[in-house]
C-alpha cells in the first residue's frame, strides 16, 4: 500500500519567514495530493491540493510542488503570521477514492 | 449546515467495555471513513464506505466494527475496549465524483482505563 513520510516533525519560524514541509510518497500510482490544517481541538481542513499533471499551484500566501518524478511534494507558505501556527499534514491518493493515506504531520509554531 | 458530527466529543471506558461512536453527515456524500489519531503517527485509516451497504477495512480495523445502513450515518463499533485504542478519532466524508477532499468531523476523544 501508500506510505507517505513527512519532514519535519516540528518547525518554528519568526513570523514573516517562509515554511517548507516536505513529503514522499511510495505508489507512483497515486495522483491526487492534499494538505491539511488542524488547528487544536478541531479536524483537519483542508488547505490546498495538486494533481498529478500538475507541477505547482498557489493560492495567496501557500503554494504547493510536486515533483512526480522524484514522488516529492512540498508545502510552501510565505509570510507567516501567528494564526498560521497549528499541525499541517500531506496525504496521497487516488482521485475520487472518499480515502487518503497521510504523513505524520508538522507541528507549525509561527513566533511573533 | 453541520457537515460531519461526531458524538460523543469526549469518552472514558474501561477495559472490555464496548461502546458505538457515531458519525452522521449532512451533505449527502457517498463515501465515509473513520480515521484514529495517535501522537506522532498521524491519521490512520480504520474502515471505510463507499456507500450504503458497503463497508471495506482500512489500515488498523482490528478491534472495530462498521455498518453503513444509511448515506447519512457511519457508526464505529468497539467491541470490547483496549488501553490500545485510546485515540482521537475523526470521521470524514466525500462526495463521490470530486477530486478526493475529505470533511472532517471535530474528533472523539476516546480513554480506555
Known amino acids: 500500500g501508500e506510505n507517505v513520510e513527512q519532514h519535519p516533525s516540528t518547525l518554528s519560524v519568526q513570523e514573516g519567514d517562509s515554511a517548507v514541509i516536505k513529503c514522499t510518497y511510495s505508489?507512483?500510482?497515486?495522483?491526487?495530493f492534499p494538505w491539511y490544517k488542524q488547528e487544536l481541538g478541531k479536524g483537519p481542513q483542508l488547505i490546498i491540493d495538486?494533481?498529478?499533471?500538475?507541477g505547482e499551484k498557489k493560492d495567496q500566501r501557500i503554494a504547493v510542488t510536486l515533483n512526480k518524478t522524484a514522488k516529492h511534494f512540498s508545502l510552501h507558505i510565505t509570510e507567516t503570521q501567528p494564526e498560521d501556527s497549528a499541525v499541517y499534514f500531506c496525504?496521497?491518493?487516488?482521485?475520487?477514492?472518499?480515502?487518503?493515506?497521510f504523513g505524520d504531520g508538522t507541528t507549525l509554531t509561527v513566533k511573533p | 449546515n453541520a457537515g460531519v458530527t461526531q458524538t460523543p466529543k469526549f469518552q472514558v471506558l474501561k477495559t472490555g467495555q464496548s461502546m458505538t461512536l457515531q458519525c452522521a453527515q449532512d451533505?449527502?456524500?457517498?463515501?465515509m471513513s473513520w480515521y484514529r489519531q495517535d501522537p506522532g503517527m498521524g491519521l490512520r485509516l480504520i474502515h471505510y464506505?463507499?456507500?450504503?451497504?458497503?463497508?471495506d477495512q482500512g489500515e488498523v480495523p482490528n478491534g472495530y466494527n462498521v455498518s453503513r445502513s444509511t448515506t447519512e450515518d457511519f457508526p464505529l463499533r468497539l467491541l470490547s475496549a483496549a488501553p490500545s485504542q485510546t485515540s482521537v478519532y475523526f470521521c470524514?466524508?466525500?462526495?463521490?465524483?470530486?477530486?478526493?477532499?475529505?470533511?472532517f468531523g471535530e474528533g472523539s476523544r476516546l480513554t480506555v482505563l
Open positions: 505508489d507512483s500510482a497515486s495522483n491526487y
Open positions: 496525504a496521497a491518493s487516488f482521485t475520487n477514492a472518499g480515502k487518503s493515506t
Open positions: 451533505m449527502n456524500h457517498e463515501y
Open positions: 495538486i494533481r498529478s499533471n500538475v
Open positions: 464506505s463507499v456507500g450504503a451497504g458497503i463497508t
Open positions: 470524514a466524508s466525500s462526495p463521490y465524483g470530486s477530486t478526493g477532499e475529505l470533511f
